[in-house]
């Protein structure tokens, strides 16, 4: 009843505001169809480059790679039929079906990708704090089962959204943000401590410095570093992106405001930008991990020179 309700409220401000929604509404579609197109082209070069790049521990990679194929759904599917949303919000029965898609979607895709960027924060932790365990400890086969698990999740938050109401299912989805910058906060403030103390340790006892991980291959600390640094900035894009939505669902369904114009277009474009989170990752990617960047560049030039 309170979705039917929500729809009908939502048909008759387009009505009221025609011209300006229209305005609006073929702006964002443009630009989620531009979205759509760069977030296929950059996290399909991700993946490519992730299969090259032989630096980062695979488990590790695989976590990126999840992280990549979501981004790729997005753009995919997502944009698709957000644009499909704006072009038929005038026609109630269809519109009703295509906007149910596209909030089943982007609970799966945005629930998975939340949940593998705080994964990698998790992962990055326990590189730092377990050393020469950690390759025993974080496996490829128990990496996969935690994917598994966060595409099960993704699927069961859409299904409660199916069955029990948009509030049910987006107010889950606000809970796992919440949950997911909590523990990334308390990894990333464990990794800064513990980092600190590391380098305090290595001025004071240089000289043992290759004897610190009990004679066996050491952390790389650099390489360990720009991982860290680049899922940090992930991260940051990530909340960035989806602050603005989560701020609109809690005026209108938390604090019970009702919707005016403003916050139909306001809710437009936060869901476009909680969608080109998917286009900023691949650009985060090649910026902050090299060797990513240089397979990315490779990549291109040899599809221009076999093209031209």
């Known amino acids: 009843m309170e979705n039917s309700t929500n729809h009908r409220n939502f048909t008759s401000t387009v009505r009221q505001h025609s011209t300006l929604f229209a305005g609006v509404a073929t702006f964002c579609a443009a630009l989620n169809i531009f979205l759509s197109i760069t977030a296929c082209l950059g996290n399909g070069l991700i993946l490519i480059a992730l299969r090259k790049v032989s630096s980062v521990h695979p488990p590790t990679k695989l976590l990126f790679r999840c992280l990549a194929i979501t981004d790729l ?7 698709p039929l957000l644009v499909l949303c704006f072009f038929m919000s005038t026609v109630p029965k269809v519109f009703k079906y295509v906007n ?19 994964a990698i924060s998790v992962d990055r932790l326990l590189a730092l704090l377990l050393e020469l365990r950690y390759r025993h400890v974080v496996t490829r086969s128990r990496v996969r089962i935690v994917i598994v698990c966060f595409w099960l999740i993704g699927v069961v938050a859409a299904l409660l959204n199916i069955f029990l109401g948009s509030l049910i299912g987006l107010s889950i989805a606000s809970v796992f943000v919440f949950l997911s910058l909590v523990i990334s906060v308390f990894s990333y403030t464990k990794i800064f401590l513990k980092l600190r103390n590391k380098q305090a340790q290595v001025s004071q006892n240089h000289a043992h410095q290759g004897k610190q991980n009990g004679g066996g291959i050491p952390l790389n600390m650099a390489l360990y570093k720009r991982t860290v640094s680049s899922i940090a900035w992930v991260k940051l894009a990530l909340v960035v992106c989806y602050l603005p939505s989560i701020i609109c669902f809690f005026v209108v369904n938390i604090l019970k405001v009702r919707p005016e114009v403003g916050w139909f277009i306001a809710w437009d474009f936060s869901i476009t930008l909680v969608y080109f989170n ?11 991990i090299k060797e990513v960047r240089q397979v990315v560049k490779d990549t291109v030039k040899q599809f221009c020179c076999s093209s031209s």
């Open 73 to 79: 759904c997005v753009g995919l599917i997502a944009h």
């Open 100 to 118: 149910d898609a596209l909030i089943a979607s982007s609970l799966i895709l945005c629930g998975v990708s939340i949940l593998t960027s705080t």
């Open 278 to 288: 998917s286009s900023l990752n691949p650009i985060l990617y090649c910026w902050k």
